[in-house]
């Protein structure tokens, strides 16, 4: 683990050495399934779209106290970090005594189980089944893996070759395991993305480097150095579907949705010149990238037997990124980063706003955008400032809407409700869109915000990290502890923050990879190493990093008890 002082986590998020004389890494380089971010202490703001004279007052900004953490992952490694430093001081405490001092004790957690194995494992995805339970996607190289400490049949490592693999998990509602898939080649397997459609097939995408790729009676060749695919099961996991794609270089599918046919809409970067899918013939933009990451967007329709039906390229002439896309109102809505000079979703081309970027230094801004069921454009826009500004997550908001989470180390960031202002170096945002692409709300916090999932009762649920470092912060949190925090939150329609907890502890590193919500029940996924201590539940741990998977009430509601 490295840790980095906030004062230059920038230029690391911008470039960071490869050795052997490797081009400098952009942003694009970071595993687009660990986000990086670094928040400090400072409070946080939130901003909503202006309504009529009723909504004037509301409309103000409000300062919310939330504490921050730091966290750091490069290229596919879990190299996560808190930062304890006293210069993160900041003046949070006088906010804190302005606002008042509110219990921030969650509730306990109903139940947790525990992913792990004899080498690494984490946590790609999470998502609710339609009738009730959980599907989760994971990475692992362990050759063997225990759920709750028993073993875990049919996922050991089939050797020799490598168990650098993918693996899919079918959970029933109390989180006991219904089947299991691992999916390996000679190579590394990695899946990125997960989803699942109302009649209960499961769709996943990835990447893989292996020669061949066996899924169910599916023989997937490559193509190039590094391939995107995408696999369809049916509710007992078999699979129903496989499709690979790939050019000379490295290419890869890291954003799936289900079509509501039985197929899927599926999203990728490709950086190879051109790339072959379905009889398409898909060209990149990219014309300058000797120091800097490559990679253009694609986006294909899948047919419910996995024929292509349609596919574009959109992209610039730098890197981009998705790392969202899923069903809206009659339409498919994406969120990513992109470090192009100029960005053609199909649309108007979206400047970037970053002033301060170069070939050592990269560039990022955020794009969202929406598309037909046919891949026609339908919407796009772009956000940043002056610095790197990175969307981390996306998710479906209520009436086909979006929502996004984000990061941005910018002076300010427009999403359309009024500037959010950055009072330290890098402050997390999540907003809300509708089906149009109208922002709704913005909320602004010092905290590293990393999912957010769609509530009962029109809320937003968001979920991250926090450290409580400063010493009048102590008071808000029984007992005073000096780890990593979990921090949830819940924000209504309207975009006001109604309540944020802090709960639980990790003595060492931590990541939020998942969230599901449905009715009452909240259920969280998190890649973890060291030791985790959950409210109402037995403290686990490992040397390796392991997932710990997690139910709660979705109301976020501290017992009268606490």
């Known amino acids: ?26 942003p694009f380089d970071i595993a687009p399934d660990l986000p990086v971010a670094e928040v400090t202490t400072d409070g946080s703001q939130e901003h909503r779209a202006p309504g009529d004279a009723a909504d004037a007052a509301a409309s103000e900004v409000q300062e919310i106290p939330l504490d921050g953490w730091m966290a750091e992952a490069l290229d596919g490694s879990f190299d996560l970090g808190v930062e304890t430093s006293s210069d993160l001081a900041g003046d949070g405490i006088s906010e804190l005594a302005d606002v008042g001092c509110e219990p921030v004790n969650a509730a306990a957690v109903d139940l947790q189980r525990v992913l792990a194995g004899d080498g690494s494992v984490t946590l ?186 349609w596919a574009r390229a959109m992209g610039g002439n730098q890197g981009e990124r998705f790392v969202s896309l899923h069903a809206g109102a009659g339409a498919f809505n994406a969120v990513g980063s992109f470090g192009s000079w100029g960005l053609d979703l199909g649309g108007d081309v979206i400047p970037m706003q970053e002033t301060i970027c170069g070939p050592m230094f990269g560039c990022s801004d955020i794009f969202a955008g929406s598309y037909s069921a046919t891949g026609e454009h339908v ?79 029109d809320k937003t649920i968001v979920m991250g990290l926090q450290t409580p470092y400063q010493t009048g912060f102590a008071d808000c949190l029984s007992p005073n502890v000096s780890g990593v925090r979990f921090l949830a939150g819940s924000i209504d329609g309207d975009g006001v923050l109604a309540l944020h907890r802090a709960f639980g502890m990790v003595d060492g590193l931590a990541r939020v990879g998942g969230l599901a919500v449905s009715d009452a029940t909240l259920a969280a996924g998190v890649t973890f190493q060291g030791e985790l201590t959950l409210p109402g539940a037995t403290s686990v741990s490992a040397s390796d990093d392991a997932v710990s998977l997690f139910l709660m009430p979705a109301s976020l509601t501290v017992p009268e008890s606490i």
Request: net charge negative; proline share 4%; with cysteine.
């Open 1 to 26: 683990m490295v840790l980095y002082p906030r004062t230059v986590l920038a230029s690391l998020l911008l470039f960071a050495a490869c050795g052997g004389g490797q081009r400098s890494v952009s």
């Open 379 to 457: 919407w796009s826009k772009g956000f940043g400032g002056d610095l790197l500004d990175v969307a981390l997550a996306g998710a479906p908001a209520p009436d086909g809407g979006l929502l996004l989470v984000g990061e941005f180390s910018s002076s300010s960031l427009d999403l359309g409700g009024g500037l959010l202002v950055n009072s330290g170096d890098h402050e997390s945002f999540v907003a809300r869109f509708n089906a149009q692409g109208t922002h709704q709300w913005s909320l602004q916090a010092d905290a590293f915000l990393q999912v957010a999932a769609s509530g009962p009762g």
């Open 124 to 309: 790609a995805a999470l998502v609710a089944r339609p009738g009730g339970g959980y599907i989760i996607a994971a990475n692992t190289d362990a050759s063997t893996l225990t759920w709750d400490g028993q073993g875990l049949a049919g996922t050991d490592c089939p050797g020799p070759n490598g168990c650098s693999d993918a693996l899919v998990v079918w959970l029933d509602e109390l989180l006991q395991v219904e089947a299991t898939r691992r999916l390996g080649g000679e190579g590394t397997e990695r899946l990125l993305a997960l989803a699942m459609d109302e009649d209960g097939r499961v769709l996943a995408a990835g990447t893989t480097d292996s020669p061949q790729l066996v899924l169910g009676a599916f023989v997937l060749p490559g193509a190039g150095q590094q391939d995107g695919f995408a696999v369809a099961f049916d509710p007992a996991g078999e699979v129903i579907w496989a499709r690979r794609s790939g050019g000379s270089l490295d290419d890869a599918w890291n954003a799936i949705a289900p079509d509501g046919l039985g197929g899927a809409v599926v999203g990728g970067w490709f950086e190879s010149a051109s790339l072959e899918l379905g009889g398409s013939t898909l060209n990149g933009q990219d014309d300058n990238c000797i120091l800097l990451e490559c990679g253009d967007l694609m986006l294909a329709g899948i047919g419910g037997s996995g024929e292509v039906l």
